[in-house]
């Protein structure tokens, strides 16, 4: 068929001149200037179908039309890569012929809406780009922001999340063993829901999304299709209005039990099969044509498929909708000719669909047949190559001229540090993550609570690390420094627990790329994440791009979430935030400085975040860092935790929490550095036998502050005070701040 050829119309849809005249594609997100650009390449007008396939894949959020030139700028190859950005997941080698599989997604507008189903069909479609790639998973985390608490729809928007990241995980039966909770008024109408997902995989079993080899077979298994998620990549390339009920439609409905079926069948296929399986993609974002059109660009192939084919749940479903809805528990399978039968056999034994839609062909066209009609066809590389966007970016104001530092002046030491660990993002969350089974497959060594989880690798010695993490405030008043500050924190967490970090997946939230100030915030942003990820030898292989996160104008901080994996070679050489043993010497590793800007201490003291970010030493940060790792391989150290929010009052308290034991320390430091967040320090408890090979390792980079006690006060003397803190109240104050979550 040549470019010229006229597709059909149906009574269901509008023709294509409707389409041109009532401009109904601009609903959709293509602009007029696209519009035209496909209408000059078809040398005709787009039908309906054709229109609305182009909208779904050139939108920002199958595309990133608008971020990929930012994006590209990643670094993402070294010893240990695999697969890179490009297909379902990264992938990562842990030797022995293993390979460890992680990324991240965000279900961010789905969530506003309809808080439930936007995080659990959030938490199924990470899962299939896991499995995608042929791996098992074993792992969810996530990373959220909310609005303040003292707010009903937050305290709405979060229980429906925590229980539909719940709902959904346990049923399919992984773990959800981490992640971080925040909240700021920024996000009060826009919250963000990101999800980590984490697999194994035999090297030797690795699938990639690709449709290689004419003749071969299209295949698609799962769920069938409905009428649900139409136009959700679109729907998540806009601003959201406050008018919440208007996008319900956009919003998918999951079914964990029917991923459950379509996991275990897919690996058993390509466990089985995998000689014959060309190629495994989920259907995600913009569902059907988008796995279906990528799979064909990323092989150079053509592909056709039969519509009429395609299982529905729904009678009259048109090509629009069967194309564009984001339907869940879906997979596209691209088989070898003449093996169709012993593929299907795997899923049909599941109960599942499993038929052949479609074909790989040589002619650079995608295709789609309905009724006996053509009701697309368009080439591929135009439909999956979004025009180029070049954005414009600018300084934005509050960083040329940036308020005064904070400076806290004269405090109350222990009133302070009571206060602070009531702080939503500081206190205990156990009232929330009680809800995820975090010990399901029975895998879990550190369950949540601790800087990272660490989940052990069966039949092996093994053990990975894992944690999300980000401190908006940060990257709001530096998107370069706050950048480099989100890797450095999670290393921290994956550090602490005695694991080599070796690889990030990111979830970049941003307001409107249209707006100049934001656009170099995305910039600045991936530029400091770079920076750091060179640094520590940790490869960007994944991940999700999240824009327009604005509700009426109003943009979120600029918030870009990573989730990072670290290696254990010896499962017992784990370690964990709590206090072991009285009398182990209690010392803080790293330089501590006046580091309040961003800090909890000014949000809780004035209820703003402004001020400058001091810049900090890359190379001393990574010292510290494998310094510590090598204490503990050298089994030197009984306890260790990332000093974050809240500075090392705060990290020391934590450290006595669920513990027979306190804390007695002398610090010659004003007593409001207690609270700074100078970034790259972690409190560790080193047993007393060990202290002189400790201190002749780790040099000027430990500073003794005291001993662990087996009494019930924390006891902090700095310059000037003398603070002597019952730790049974502090603990009580830490875990009940948030405990309205339905008290079960």
Same mark, same amino acid.
């Given at each position: 068929?040549?470019?010229?050829?006229?597709?059909?119309?149906?009574?269901?849809?509008?023709?294509?001149?409707?389409?041109?005249?009532?401009?109904?594609?601009?609903?959709?997100?293509?602009?007029?200037?696209?519009?035209?650009?496909?209408?000059?390449?078809? *040398?005709?007008?787009?039908?309906?179908?054709?229109?609305?396939?182009?909208?779904?894949?050139?939108?920002?959020?199958?595309?990133?039309?608008?971020?990929?030139?930012?994006?590209?700028?990643?670094?993402?190859?070294?010893?240990?890569?695999?697969?890179?950005?490009?297909?379902?997941?990264?992938?990562?080698?842990?030797? *022995?012929?293993?390979?460890?599989?992680?990324?991240?997604?965000?279900?961010?507008?789905?969530?506003?809406?309809?808080?439930?189903?936007?995080?659990?069909?959030?938490?199924?479609? %990470?899962?299939?780009? %896991? @499995?995608?790639?042929?791996?098992?998973?074993?792992?969810?985390?996530?990373?959220?922001?909310?609005?303040?608490?003292?707010?009903?729809?937050?305290?709405?928007?979060? *229980?429906?999340?925590?229980? /539909? %990241?719940?709902?959904?995980?346990?049923?399919?039966?992984?773990?959800?063993?981490?992640?971080?909770?925040?909240?700021?008024?920024?996000?009060?109408?826009?919250?963000?829901?990101?999800?980590?997902?984490?697999?194994?995989?035999?090297?030797?079993?690795?699938?990639?999304?690709?449709?290689?080899?004419?003749?071969?077979?299209?295949?698609?298994?799962?769920?069938?299709?409905?009428?649900?998620?139409?136009?959700?990549?679109?729907?998540?390339?806009?601003?959201?209005? #406050?008018?919440?009920?208007?996008?319900?439609?956009?919003?998918?409905?999951?079914?964990?039990?029917?991923?459950?079926?379509?996991?275990?069948?897919?690996?058993?296929?390509?466990?089985?099969?995998?000689?014959?399986?060309?190629?495994?993609?989920?259907?995600?974002?913009?569902?059907?044509?988008?796995?279906?059109?990528?799979?064909?660009?990323?092989?150079?192939?053509?592909?056709?498929?039969?519509?009429?084919?395609?299982?529905?749940?729904?009678?009259?479903?048109?090509?629009?909708?069967?194309?564009?809805?984001?339907?869940?528990?879906?997979?596209?399978?691209?088989?070898?000719?003449?093996?169709?039968?012993?593929?299907?056999?795997?899923?049909?034994?599941?109960?599942? &669909?499993?038929?052949?839609?479609?074909?790989?062909?040589?002619?650079?066209?995608?295709?789609?047949?309905?009724?006996?009609?053509?009701?697309?066809?368009?080439?591929?590389?135009?439909?999956?190559?979004?025009?180029?966007?070049?954005?414009?970016?600018?300084?934005?104001?509050?960083?040329?001229?940036?308020?005064?530092?904070?400076?806290? /002046?004269?405090?109350?030491?222990?009133?302070?540090?009571?206060?602070?660990?009531?702080?939503?993002?500081?206190?205990s969350k156990a009232s929330l993550f009680r809800h995820?089974?975090?010990?399901?497959?029975?895998?879990?060594?550190?369950?949540?609570?601790?800087?990272?989880?660490?989940?052990?690798?069966?039949?092996?010695?093994?053990?990975?690390?894992?944690?999300?993490?980000?401190?908006?405030?940060?990257?709001?008043?530096?998107?370069?420094?706050?950048?480099?500050?989100?890797?450095?924190?999670?290393?921290?967490?994956?550090?602490?627990?005695?694991?080599?970090?070796?690889?990030?997946?990111?979830?970049?939230? @941003?307001?409107?790329?249209? &707006?100049?100030?934001?656009?170099?915030?995305?910039?600045?942003?991936?530029?400091?994440?770079?920076?750091?990820?060179?640094?520590?030898?940790?490869?960007?292989?994944?991940?999700?791009?999240?824009?327009?996160?604005?509700?009426?104008?109003?943009?979120?901080?600029?918030?870009?979430?990573?989730?990072?994996?670290?290696?254990?070679?010896?499962?017992?050489?784990?370690?964990?935030?709590?206090?072991?043993?009285?009398?182990?010497?209690?010392?803080?590793?790293?330089?501590?400085?006046?580091?309040?800007?961003?800090?909890?201490?000014?949000?809780?003291?004035?209820?703003?975040?402004?001020?400058?970010?001091r810049g900090f030493d890359m190379t001393k940060i990574?010292?510290?860092?494998?310094?510590?790792?090598?204490?503990?391989?050298?089994?030197?150290?009984? #306890?260790?935790?990332?000093?974050?929010?809240?500075?090392?009052?705060?990290?020391?308290?934590? #450290?006595?929490?669920?513990?027979?034991?306190?804390?007695?320390?002398?610090?010659?430091?004003?007593?409001?550095?207690? @609270? #700074?967040?100078?970034?790259?320090?972690?409190?560790?408890?080193?047993?007393?036998?060990?202290?002189?090979?400790?201190?002749?390792?780790?040099?000027?980079?430990?500073?003794?502050?005291?001993?662990?006690?087996?009494?019930?006060?924390?006891?902090?003397?700095?310059?000037?005070?003398?603070?002597?803190?019952?730790?049974?109240?502090?603990?009580?104050?830490?875990?009940?701040?948030?405990?309205?979550?339905?008290?079960?």
């Amino acid at each position: 068929m040549t470019t010229a050829t006229t597709t059909a119309t149906t009574t269901y849809e509008p023709t294509a001149e409707m389409v041109r005249d009532e401009k109904i594609y601009l609903a959709w997100g293509l602009t007029e200037a696209e519009y035209d650009l496909i209408v000059a390449k078809l *040398d005709r007008l787009p039908n309906y179908t054709e229109a609305g396939l182009f909208s779904a894949m050139w939108s920002e959020h199958v595309s990133y039309k608008k971020s990929k030139p930012v994006l590209r700028t990643f670094w993402s190859r070294n010893e240990r890569v695999l697969q890179g950005p490009g297909e379902g997941a990264g992938i990562l080698d842990i030797g *022995d012929g293993q390979a460890v599989v992680f990324k991240a997604e965000s279900h961010n507008h789905p969530s506003a809406v309809e808080p439930y189903e936007g995080a659990a069909t959030g938490v199924g479609g %990470i899962l299939r780009d %896991i @499995f995608s790639m042929g791996a098992q998973p074993i792992a969810v985390l996530d990373s959220l922001r909310f609005g303040e608490l003292n707010n009903a729809t937050t305290k709405h928007l979060l *229980d429906g999340v925590i229980d /539909g %990241i719940a709902g959904y995980g346990n049923a399919i039966g992984i773990p959800t063993v981490g992640g971080e909770i925040g909240f700021d008024a920024v996000y009060q109408g826009n919250p963000l829901v990101n999800v980590m997902a984490v697999g194994v995989i035999d090297q030797a079993a690795m699938q990639v999304g690709r449709a290689e080899g004419v003749g071969n077979t299209v295949m698609y298994v799962g769920a069938k299709t409905g009428r649900d998620g139409i136009h959700g990549a679109t729907f998540a390339s806009a601003e959201f209005s #406050s008018d919440e009920d208007q996008n319900r439609s956009a919003v998918q409905v999951g079914d964990p039990f029917m991923e459950k079926l379509v996991m275990d069948a897919t690996l058993k296929a390509i466990r089985e099969h995998g000689d014959v399986i060309v190629g495994v993609q989920d259907m995600g974002a913009a569902g059907l044509v988008s796995s279906s059109a990528e799979m064909a660009g990323k092989a150079g192939m053509g592909m056709q498929l039969n519509l009429d084919l395609v299982p529905q749940r729904e009678a009259g479903m048109t090509p629009y909708e069967l194309m564009l809805s984001e339907s869940q528990e879906r997979m596209l399978l691209v088989v070898a000719a003449g093996h169709e039968a012993e593929v299907q056999a795997v899923f049909e034994d599941a109960g599942l &669909d499993a038929v052949a839609v479609g074909t790989v062909t040589d002619t650079g066209r995608y295709e789609l047949l309905w009724h006996g009609d053509v009701a697309a066809n368009v080439p591929v590389d135009f439909l999956t190559t979004a025009p180029k966007q070049e954005m414009p970016q600018a300084t934005p104001t509050r960083l040329n001229e940036p308020s005064a530092d904070f400076v806290p /002046g004269t405090l109350d030491g222990a009133a302070t540090l009571t206060e602070l660990l009531q702080q939503p993002t500081i206190a205990s969350k156990a009232s929330l993550f009680r809800h995820f089974d975090s010990m399901v497959r029975a895998d879990t060594v550190v369950k949540p609570g601790g800087d990272a989880a660490v989940v052990r690798l069966r039949g092996t010695k093994k053990a990975l690390a894992m944690t999300t993490d980000v401190n908006s405030r940060f990257t709001y008043l530096d998107p370069y420094i706050g950048g480099q500050l989100a890797v450095v924190e999670a290393a921290g967490n994956v550090v602490a627990t005695g694991a080599q970090p070796i690889g990030i997946t990111d979830c970049l939230n @941003f307001g409107n790329p249209d &707006d100049p100030e934001i656009y170099y915030e995305l910039a600045q942003s991936v530029a400091g994440i770079n920076q750091m990820a060179k640094q520590l030898n940790t490869p960007v292989i994944s991940g999700n791009v999240s824009l327009y996160n604005e509700t009426d104008g109003q943009a979120i901080y600029p918030t870009p979430m990573i989730g990072m994996v670290g290696l254990h070679e010896d499962v017992k050489m784990i370690t964990t935030i709590s206090f072991k043993n009285a009398g182990d010497v209690i010392y803080v590793l790293g330089e501590t400085a006046a580091d309040f800007n961003g800090s909890e201490l000014q949000k809780m003291v004035t209820g703003d975040v402004s001020g400058r970010l001091r810049g900090f030493d890359m190379t001393k940060i990574q010292t510290t860092q494998a310094k510590l790792l090598d204490a503990i391989a050298a089994d030197l150290v009984a #306890s260790a935790h990332d000093i974050a929010e809240g500075g090392l009052g705060v990290a020391l308290a934590e #450290s006595t929490f669920k513990t027979p034991f306190g804390a007695s320390m002398q610090w010659q430091v004003p007593t409001a550095w207690l @609270f #700074s967040e100078t970034p790259g320090r972690f409190v560790v408890s080193v047993p007393e036998a060990n202290v002189a090979v400790f201190e002749q390792l780790m040099g000027d980079t430990a500073t003794k502050l005291g001993v662990v006690t087996a009494g019930d006060t924390i006891q902090m003397n700095t310059e000037a005070d003398e603070l002597n803190l019952s730790k049974t109240t502090l603990q009580e104050n830490y875990e009940e701040a948030i405990t309205w979550q339905r008290n079960q």
